[in-house]
Protein backbone atom coordinates (compact mmCIF):
# COMPACT_ATOMS: atom_id res chain seq x y z
CA UNK A 1 0.00 0.00 0.00
CA UNK A 2 1.09 3.16 -1.13
CA UNK A 3 1.62 6.11 1.64
CA UNK A 4 -0.50 9.44 0.80
CA UNK A 5 2.48 11.77 1.42
CA UNK A 6 -0.33 14.57 1.84
CA UNK A 7 -1.07 13.26 4.70
CA UNK A 8 2.72 13.28 6.40
CA UNK A 9 2.85 17.27 5.19
CA UNK A 10 1.50 20.29 7.28
CA UNK A 11 -0.45 23.31 6.19
CA UNK A 12 2.59 25.20 4.76
CA UNK A 13 4.27 22.41 2.77
CA UNK A 14 1.44 21.45 1.55
CA UNK A 15 1.30 24.70 0.17
CA UNK A 16 4.65 24.62 -1.29
CA UNK A 17 3.99 21.13 -2.72
CA UNK A 18 0.51 22.46 -4.50
CA UNK A 19 2.83 25.57 -5.99
CA UNK A 20 5.28 23.14 -7.15
CA UNK A 21 2.44 21.13 -8.95
CA UNK A 22 1.38 24.43 -10.60
CA UNK A 23 4.89 25.72 -11.73
CA UNK A 24 4.26 22.85 -14.24
CA UNK A 25 0.89 23.68 -16.43
CA UNK A 26 -0.75 20.68 -17.36
CA UNK A 27 -3.94 22.02 -19.80
CA UNK A 28 -6.52 19.67 -20.83
CA UNK A 29 -6.32 19.16 -24.40
CA UNK A 30 -9.50 17.69 -25.53
CA UNK A 31 -10.78 14.37 -27.23
CA UNK A 32 -8.68 13.17 -29.77
CA UNK A 33 -11.06 12.34 -33.24
CA UNK A 34 -11.58 8.71 -33.69
CA UNK A 35 -10.16 8.85 -37.41
CA UNK A 36 -7.02 10.57 -36.22
CA UNK A 37 -6.95 8.29 -32.92
CA UNK A 38 -6.47 5.48 -35.75
CA UNK A 39 -3.79 7.26 -37.55
CA UNK A 40 -1.54 8.24 -34.38
CA UNK A 41 -1.16 4.87 -32.96
CA UNK A 42 -0.18 3.27 -36.72
CA UNK A 43 2.41 6.05 -37.12
CA UNK A 44 3.21 5.45 -33.47
CA UNK A 45 4.08 1.77 -34.88
CA UNK A 46 6.02 2.43 -37.36
CA UNK A 47 8.41 4.83 -35.20
CA UNK A 48 7.26 7.81 -37.17
CA UNK A 49 7.10 9.95 -33.77
CA UNK A 50 6.92 13.96 -35.48
CA UNK A 51 4.01 12.57 -38.05
CA UNK A 52 2.20 11.22 -34.96
CA UNK A 53 2.55 14.35 -33.11
CA UNK A 54 1.28 16.79 -35.88
CA UNK A 55 -1.49 14.11 -36.81
CA UNK A 56 -2.37 14.28 -32.88
CA UNK A 57 -2.89 18.22 -33.08
CA UNK A 58 -4.75 18.07 -36.07
CA UNK A 59 -7.15 15.32 -34.40
CA UNK A 60 -7.69 18.02 -31.68
CA UNK A 61 -8.63 20.80 -33.50
CA UNK A 62 -12.33 20.68 -33.58
CA UNK A 63 -13.93 23.33 -35.95
CA UNK A 64 -16.87 23.15 -34.50
CA UNK A 65 -15.82 25.01 -31.14
CA UNK A 66 -12.42 27.05 -32.77
CA UNK A 67 -10.48 25.51 -30.60
CA UNK A 68 -7.63 22.88 -30.21
CA UNK A 69 -7.77 22.61 -26.37
CA UNK A 70 -10.04 21.71 -24.22
CA UNK A 71 -8.55 24.19 -21.53
CA UNK A 72 -9.14 22.47 -18.29
CA UNK A 73 -6.59 22.54 -15.63
CA UNK A 74 -5.29 18.95 -14.96
CA UNK A 75 -3.46 20.52 -12.13
CA UNK A 76 -6.65 20.57 -10.05
CA UNK A 77 -6.90 16.85 -10.40
CA UNK A 78 -3.16 16.37 -9.40
CA UNK A 79 -3.55 18.93 -6.97
CA UNK A 80 -6.61 17.10 -5.08
CA UNK A 81 -4.34 13.63 -4.45
CA UNK A 82 -3.47 11.36 -3.81
CA UNK A 83 0.39 11.95 -3.61
CA UNK A 84 1.44 8.48 -3.62
CA UNK A 85 3.42 8.39 -6.54
CA UNK A 86 1.13 5.82 -8.54
CA UNK A 87 -0.81 5.58 -11.00
CA UNK A 88 -4.30 6.83 -11.01
CA UNK A 89 -7.51 6.97 -13.57
CA UNK A 90 -8.58 10.26 -14.29
CA UNK A 91 -11.72 11.73 -16.26
CA UNK A 92 -11.53 15.46 -17.12
CA UNK A 93 -14.63 17.73 -15.62
CA UNK A 94 -15.13 19.66 -18.78
CA UNK A 95 -14.82 17.31 -21.38
CA UNK A 96 -14.80 13.97 -20.42
CA UNK A 97 -11.36 12.54 -21.65
CA UNK A 98 -10.16 9.92 -19.71
CA UNK A 99 -6.55 9.03 -19.10
CA UNK A 100 -3.96 7.53 -16.35
CA UNK A 101 -1.41 9.74 -14.60
CA UNK A 102 0.92 9.32 -12.00
CA UNK A 103 0.50 11.14 -8.37
CA UNK A 104 3.29 13.33 -7.55
CA UNK A 105 5.25 12.16 -3.64
CA UNK A 106 6.33 14.99 -1.24
CA UNK A 107 8.81 13.73 1.80
CA UNK A 108 8.38 15.77 4.70
CA UNK A 109 11.14 17.41 5.96
CA UNK A 110 13.19 15.15 8.96
CA UNK A 111 14.09 16.98 11.74
CA UNK A 112 17.69 18.04 12.22
CA UNK A 113 20.01 18.62 15.35
CA UNK A 114 20.63 22.23 13.13
CA UNK A 115 20.99 25.44 15.35
CA UNK A 116 21.09 23.09 18.32
CA UNK A 117 23.58 24.57 21.32
CA UNK A 118 26.23 22.18 21.06
ZN1 LIG B 1 -10.75 18.23 -20.99
Not at 10 to 17: F, G, L, P, R, T
Amino acid sequence: MATDTKKLLNAKQIEEAEAFIRAQPRICRGPLREQERKAVAQLLDEGRLEEAKAMDETGRNHPETGANTCGADFNNIVVAGPWDGRQHPYKCPRCGVVGKYTAPTFAAPQPTNEGDPV
